[in-house]
Antibody, heavy 118, light 108 residues
Framework: EVQLLVSGGGLERPGGSLTLSCEASGFSFSDHGMSWVRRPPGKGLEWVSTIPAKGDKTYYTDSVKGRFTVSRDNGQNKLSLHMRDLRAEDTALYYC???????????WGQGIPVTVSS | SFAMTQSPSVSVSPGQTAIITCSGDSLGDKYVHWYHQKPGQSPVLVMYQDDKRPAGIPERFSGSNFGNTATLTISGTQAIDEADYYCQTWDSLIAHYVFGPGTKVTVL
């Protein structure tokens, strides 16, 4: 059974940093691209970042480019999203999902809240 | 950048057909995936590559994508189908995923 367990969310002040982690199990992690998606309060889904299976490239939505860094450890079956210079508009439920580039997001972890507020 | 539009809401009676559309320039030239999300739950893939149903998704869900419009059809809609539905595509020109704004399906 595919499982994606997300951790690391919470409350942070504007300008601060947080790192989200996603521990994967139930599939061959190193063979699949992974992505992060968020849903701000009262709004729809927003793609955040994608990293292919080998981690050789990374992709970001424009609003987080230069502030967020996606990475993966294929030996530990772990996906990470390091977020710095956080802004109020980064407040959202963040989801880890299996899927990247031409493939759909076929499995999703539980949403983890990130709140940016002073 | 590429953008898609969806009707904000669709209301349907139980047993009737719900039609959810997603529009964008030459959308038919791209693959479109569909997700639904119920309150308090994570999104679920319900259609991929325009017209393919993932394992476990009922046959009442079908999809198409031609011209500028992708369509997700729910035949014989049930109360459990009430959710927010999002279309998604990959814009290869700018290497970005794009989600539609979502359609709230209400089963009256």
């Amino acid at each position: 059974e595919v499982q994606l367990l997300v951790s690391g969310g919470g409350l942070e002040r504007p300008g601060g940093s947080l790192t989200l982690s996603c521990e994967a199990s139930g599939f061959s992690f190193s063979d699949h691209g992974m992505s992060w998606v968020r849903r701000p309060p009262g709004k729809g889904l927003e793609w955040v970042s994608t990293i292919p299976a080998k981690g050789d490239k990374t992709y970001y939505t424009d609003s987080v480019k230069g502030r967020f860094t996606v990475s993966r450890d294929n030996g530990q079956n772990k996906l990470s999203l390091h977020m710095r210079d956080l802004r109020a508009e980064d407040t959202a439920l963040y989801y880890c999902s299996k899927g990247a580039l031409t493939t759909p997001f076929d499995f999703w972890g539980q949403g983890i809240p990130v709140t940016v507020s002073s | 950048s590429f953008a898609m539009t969806q009707s904000p809401s669709v209301s349907v009676s139980p047993g009737q057909t719900a039609i959810i559309t997603c529009s964008g320039d030459s959308l038919g030239d791209k693959y479109v995936h569909w997700y639904h999300q119920k309150p308090g739950q994570s999104p679920v893939l319900v259609m991929y590559q325009d017209d393919k149903r993932p394992a476990g998704i009922p046959e009442r869900f079908s999809g198409s994508n031609f011209g500028n419009t992708a369509t997700l059809t729910i035949s014989g809609t049930q109360a459990i189908d009430e959710a927010d539905y999002y279309c998604q595509t990959w814009d290869s020109l700018i290497a970005h995923y794009v989600f539609g704004p979502g359609t709230k399906v209400t089963v009256l």
